[in-house]
Nanobody, 120 residues
Framework: QVQLVESGGGLVQPGGSLRLSCAAS????????MYWYRQAPGKERELVAT???????NYADSVKGRFTISRDNAKNTVYLQMNSLKPEDTAVYYC??????????????WGQGTQVTVSS
């Protein structure tokens, strides 16, 4: 069994910063790519950032230059550093991992989501 636990969301003023964390635990053999998505009220879930197993990153145009995704493989954890936050960044943020379990089953796993609200 695999679990993803997110933390770090909250209320921040425009221009502020937050750092999200997502830790994977359980019967993990290897974690491949890790992702951050977000979903704002009334909108579809969108991909925000990706980091591959070798550390290659990719970002949505809307967050380029403001958000940074990183990972700590020893801790099975992915981070999202969010700077210069805007009200339009308000959403529930979800992490996702593409991983292989100890039984060699490959699947995607999702975190429970963490609320980020950018407001003055």
């Amino acid at each position: 069994q695999v679990q993803l636990v997110e933390s770090g969301g909250g209320l921040v003023q425009p221009g502020g910063s937050l750092r999200l964390s997502c830790a994977a635990s359980g019967s993990i053999f290897r974690i491949n790519a890790m992702y951050w998505y977000r979903q704002a009220p009334g909108k579809e879930r969108e991909l925000v950032a990706t980091i591959t197993g070798s550390g290659i990153t990719n970002y949505a145009d809307s967050v380029k230059g403001r958000f940074t995704i990183s990972r700590d493989n020893a801790k099975n954890t992915v981070y999202l550093q969010m700077n210069s936050l805007k009200p339009e960044d308000t959403a529930v943020y979800y992490c996702k991992t593409d991983l292989i379990t100890e039984r060699r089953w490959r699947s995607d796993y999702w975190g429970q989501g963490t609320q980020v609200t950018v407001s003055s």
